[in-house]
């Protein structure tokens, strides 16, 4: 499902609700490569015989940023009159259950606030899922600007 809308300032108008669930998809191990790079190689992104701990919660490498999923906004929101979408950063973020390698996960969008100030200061909610898990992988809110 894809939410279209004329102009940023439409945003105001979905405040509280959903504007759409992405198509679902595997994270892989060649995906959190790089994320292992950034992290100084951390071994609960690359070694699946320490990954299976107590510690972990995990049965395989696993995902823990949402940096390393690339499911965004603009899979589920389009907005016509957008030149322009700057990332403002995060208001806050819970990883309540792991993402183990080649898991089927999805991102759900909700628009948490909307106001107009010298742009159109937006907070989406992400919530991530994985196929056939209670708990989401990670919720995140996600402050978003259009000028």
Known sequence: ????????????????????????????????NPLADATGHQWIHTDPQRAPTARSRAPSPTATSPRCWPLVISEVLQICAVTSAL????NKV?????????????????????????????????????????????VASVIVLYP
């Open 1 to 32: 499902m894809t939410t279209d809308l004329e102009e940023p300032a439409d945003l105001i108008d979905l405040v509280g609700q959903q504007v759409g669930t992405t198509d679902w998809m595997k994270v892989t191990q060649e995906q959190l």
């Open 94 to 138: 819970r990883f309540p259950s792991p993402v183990p390698v080649d898991a089927p996960i999805r991102a759900t969008i909700a628009v948490m606030s909307a106001q107009k100030t010298s742009s159109i200061e937006s907070v989406f909610e992400r919530t991530y899922q994985i196929d056939a898990e209670k708990r989401p992988a990670c």
């Open 87 to 90: 990332n403002d950063g995060l």
